[in-house]
């Protein structure tokens, strides 16, 4: 059974850094593309950023969070992060993982990552 449970989030002033976690089980998290996206309130999901099964350092981001964000895996806790550094109040949303097995969608519980000015 495949399960993608986050830790991390909170609550930073701007400029600050938090790092979500999103451990995998009942997968390879080395062998399936994991991906961050967002929802802000009154706001559809929006896409973050993507680390590939074939490498870990080819990722995506958003242009919104480009330079600011970093995700990575550690492939012997079977865990994909994302680093998020200068953090802005418009980077406040519930944060969830996802990744994307035979067309199905598999989703991280979310967690709130809140940014005040």
């Known amino acids: 059974q495949v399960q993608l449970v986050q830790s991390g989030g909170g609550f930073v002033q701007a400029g600050g850094s938090l790092r979500l976690s999103c451990a995998v089980s009942?997968?390879?998290?080395?062998?399936?593309?994991i991906n961050w996206y967002r929802q802000a309130p009154g706001q559809q999901r929006e896409w973050v950023a993507t680390?590939?099964?074939?490498?870990?350092?080819?990722?995506d981001y958003a242009h919104s969070v480009k330079g600011r964000f970093t995700i990575s895996r550690d492939d012997a806790k079977n865990t994909v992060y994302l680093q998020m550094s200068s953090l802005k109040p418009e980077d406040t949303a519930v944060y969830y993982c996802?990744?994307?097995?035979?067309?199905?969608?598999?989703w991280g519980q979310g967690t709130q990552v809140t940014v005040s000015s």
């Open positions: 680390i590939y099964s074939y490498s870990s350092s080819t990722n």
């Open positions: 996802n990744t994307i097995i035979n067309f199905q969608d598999y």
């Open positions: 009942g997968i390879s998290a080395s062998g399936n593309d």
